[in-house]
């Protein structure tokens, strides 16, 4: 709805039904969710690869300063509600050249160029894969806190897991396991690997292909395998992030009453929720905002635990020697 503050949604689990909250003082979280004017009218586009003209699927795409976007469907397709013209569309891929559109030179068919990426270095060595160990485990019954992506803008949010000497045996990333809760059968989402900067905020990325996670319906761990990459953590650590794709098949609507009111509401997310773990600090919980990444600020939800606490991602790793 136009005008209004951006809100944020959680899942509690306490209950069955979905919670809107609103998230004052919070304009990191507040960035999940962004209500927009119903229109009717829509556009539409495709998104190839310049030299091969295949699709490019599940990337992000933003209208400059009208805070919404969406995502590429698994075919590099894409539909937006149509937005003022002065505005300008960004495609932002993993492999390709930024691309910066103005809405005046918007086809249906959009090209995106080819870009090799300066990863961050990695030792790529044998394996092993004798030994198993986990880190940043917690327990599942104890998560009664979600969120998710709003309704028309990509976010990405991200853990910081500084390097410990337990790492030297098991240096290798093995698998990344992830507390999700989806309305629907199958909600895909990213999965990035970063390095660090000195504070620990997200860095360069450690590999340079989209790593799909699918979650199932319910709440339950979705594990995603990182075997086959063969990276080893770095001697800074490393930052996992999780990245919403705002695509229809990720999309579920809901039905819901405001406050003082009994009329009902139909409002939608996208799928999978996260579950967070309330943290003292917020050193190792990272939100990309704005093109830039920040930290979280202080949770000021209804959930007694987690009042003036930080939200850190429900997310564990498994390494192998």
């Known amino acids: 709805m136009a005008g209004q503050k951006i809100i944020a949604m959680a899942r509690i689990t306490v209950s069955r039904f979905e919670t809107v909250l609103i998230m004052k003082h919070n304009l990191l979280f507040a960035a999940f969710l962004c209500f927009t004017p119903c229109l009717s009218a829509q556009i539409t586009g495709l998104v190839l690869d310049s030299l091969d003209h295949q699709p490019v699927p599940y990337i992000n795409i933003w209208v400059v300063q009208e805070g919404l976007g969406t995502s590429s469907d698994e075919n590099g397709r894409f539909s937006l509600p149509a937005f003022d013209s002065k505005y300008a569309l960004i495609f932002n ?11 005046s030179e918007f086809r249906d068919t959009i090209y995106l160029v080819p870009q090799s990426i300066e990863l961050a270095e990695v030792i790529i060595a044998p394996r092993k894969r004798t030994t198993i160990r986990s880190t940043g485990s917690y327990k599942k019954a104890g998560i009664n806190y ?4 709003g309704n028309r803008k990509p976010c990405i949010f991200a853990r910081y897991f500084p390097y410990e000497p337990l790492y030297m045996e098991t240096p290798f990333l093995h698998k ?8 629907i059968r199958r909600a895909v989402f990213n999965i990035r690997l ?3 900067a000195p504070d620990g905020a997200p860095q360069d990325y450690l590999y340079d292909k989209n790593i799909l996670g699918v979650a199932r319906k319910g709440k339950t761990f979705t594990e995603i395998d990182l075997s086959k990459l063969n990276i080893c953590i770095p001697k800074q ?3 996992v992030a999780v990245e919403w794709l705002l695509i229809e098949s990720n999309k579920y609507e809901y039905r819901y009453t405001e406050k003082g009111s009994k009329k009902k509401k139909t409002g939608f997310t996208y799928c999978p929720s996260l579950g ?4 003292e600090t ?8 704005g093109g830039k990444w920040n930290r979280v600020l202080k949770n000021s939800g209804p959930i007694e635990k987690y009042w003036g606490k930080y939200n850190l991602l429900a997310m564990e790793l498994v390494l192998s020697d």
């Open 194 to 196: 970063y390095s660090v």
């Open 176 to 183: 990344v396991k992830v507390l999700t809760n989806s309305d």
């Open 93 to 103: 891929a993993l492999g390709y050249k930024p691309k910066t559109l103005p809405f």
């Open 282 to 289: 917020n050193e190792n919980s990272w939100f990309y905002v």
């Open 237 to 239: 650590g490393l930052a």
């Open 276 to 279: 967070t773990i309330p943290s």
């Open 146 to 149: 979600y969120f998710g992506a």
